[in-house]
């Protein structure tokens, strides 16, 4: 079974720049989540999406961050404009359900000068 | 709201003595507590998960957490620790069905040969 997918790994952009994240779910799973993990610290909620419609944004710094899940498979993380201290992993998760546990892509990498 | 506590950030152990990290939660229903791992430039990997039933779970490589009530806590343990097992470990704590998960700030186990 193929894993949570996660495209690019690795972005270093300027700040005020733009960026994007992708994220492709395990097949099946209706629940996908993004956080953010800042380094040296445990994951951050960003957004919770039920197939195609939000469940939880409340931690998502929407002035700058967006996210959408359209079709309800493939998602889109981004940030606009980039400052210094969105600097972190952004992590993928999805699960079957809301009930079951999380299954991580590898995480995009992103620096901002 | 749901809270995680790991209390010691780093635990250094000899190759073949038994592990122990460290986790107490705060909900204020019942709760859903998962162990993750993650290695370095990697995504988190599902351990184990409590949400019903046996106090004592079993998971991946065998590693085990005991669920105290009482105590509000979820120690991971491992009989005899591996270099292998080095790695940053994160705790988790969902309070509801659905509900957000909340990570604790992880604990970098290293075993020593």
């Known amino acids: 079974e193929a894993g949570v997918a996660q495209s690019p790994r690795y972005k270093i952009i300027e700040k005020r720049q733009s960026v994007a994240f992708w994220c492709n779910p395990i097949?099946?799973?209706?629940?996908l989540y993004w956080y953010q993990q800042i380094l040296g610290q445990g994951p951050k909620l960003l957004i919770q999406?039920?197939?195609?419609?939000?469940?939880?944004d409340s931690q998502l710094p929407k002035d700058r961050f967006s996210a959408e899940r359209l079709k309800g498979v493939d998602s889109t993380l981004k940030i606009q404009p980039a400052k210094l201290e969105d600097s972190a992993v952004y992590l993928c998760?999805?699960?079957f359900g809301q009930g079951g546990e999380l299954f991580f892509g590898e995480g995009s990498r992103l620096t901002v000068l | 709201a749901q809270s995680v506590a790991q209390p010691e950030d780093q635990v250094n152990v000899a190759e073949g003595n038994p592990l122990t990290v460290k986790c107490t939660y705060s909900v204020s229903g019942n709760p859903y507590l998962f162990w993750y791992v993650q290695y370095p430039n990697r995504g988190l990997q599902f351990l184990l998960k409590y949400i019903t039933g046996d106090n004592l779970v079993k998971g991946s490589y065998g590693f085990e957490a005991e669920f105290n009530k009482s105590q509000t806590s979820f120690h991971l343990k491992k009989p005899s620790a591996l270099v292998s097992d080095s790695a940053l470990y994160f705790c988790a704590v969902r309070e509801n069905y659905g509900q957000n998960f909340v990570f604790g700030p992880g604990t970098r186990l290293s075993v020593l040969p």
């Open positions: 999406f039920q197939n195609n419609g939000v469940v939880d």
């Open positions: 097949s099946g799973h209706a629940t």
């Open positions: 998760a999805s699960s």
